[in-house]
T-cell receptor, first 114, second 117 residues
């Protein structure tokens, strides 16, 4: 069975600095998708970034980028120029090409220090 | 509507009571998912609808959980004889694509936080 592990329960960063959140996963599939979602106190999950496993190029969305290491089954999220509004829970999620169910990590709480 | 709407936002139930949680997806969205998020955890899949058809209910934890989407729009998750272990946030998500599509984007509601005393 697929699993997703986020080993950092909490991370803190100074405003305007860069932070990296870690995620590892386990799967025997070759085609799959990885996601980072942000969950603010409003509880609404918001998609931050998505990566297709068949793409070697790392996905980027403005200040958010990933480091996707397929062989190592690692999928970290880098947030540059951290802003107060980035404070939230961040969840890593996995979806295989053959199953639409999202498999989620336990989340990392990101604190931004002003 | 502009987004996925869930109600109520908070629900407190006494153990043994029945509860009904509502999800109003984005208009025209084909796919609708329910997820359960226990405190301090990531969400876990409960069930999936494509229009009015419940195609997957493999994640429902017991036969006390029942979901429906009779007209292919609003969905209701019902929990009978609630237990303390049912306490969680129940998230609904919708998508304009069938779940089998690999380019789907999910839109989540703000969830219902259920507390069973």
């Amino acid at each position: 069975a697929q699993t997703v592990t986020q080993s950092q329960p909490e991370m803190s960063v100074q405003e305007a600095e860069t932070v990296t959140l870690s995620c590892t996963y386990d799967t025997s599939e070759s085609d799959y998708y990885l996601f980072w979602y942000k969950q603010p106190p409003s509880r609404q999950m918001i998609l931050v970034i998505r990566q297709e496993a068949y793409k070697q190029q790392n996905a980027t969305e403005n200040r958010f980028s990933v480091n996707f290491q397929k062989a190592a089954k690692s999928f970290s999220l880098k947030i540059s120029d951290s802003q107060l509004g980035d404070a939230a829970m961040y969840f890593c999620a996995y979806r295989s090409d053959s199953n639409y169910q999202l498999i989620w990590g336990a989340g990392t709480k990101l604190i931004i220090k002003p | 509507g502009a987004g996925v709407s869930q109600s109520p936002r908070y629900k407190v139930a006494k153990r043994g009571q029945d509860v009904a949680l509502r999800c109003d997806p984005i208009s025209g969205h084909v796919s609708l998912f329910w997820y359960q998020q226990a405190l301090g955890q990531g969400p876990e899949f409960l069930t999936y609808f494509q229009n009015e058809a419940q195609l997957d209910k493999s994640g429902l934890p017991s036969d006390r959980f029942f979901a429906e989407r009779p007209e292919g729009s609003v969905s209701t998750l019902k929990i009978q004889r609630t237990q303390q272990e049912d306490s969680a946030v129940y998230l609904c998500a919708s998508s304009s694509y069938p779940a089998s599509a690999t380019n789907e984007k999910l839109f989540f509601g703000s969830g219902t936080q259920l507390s069973v005393l």
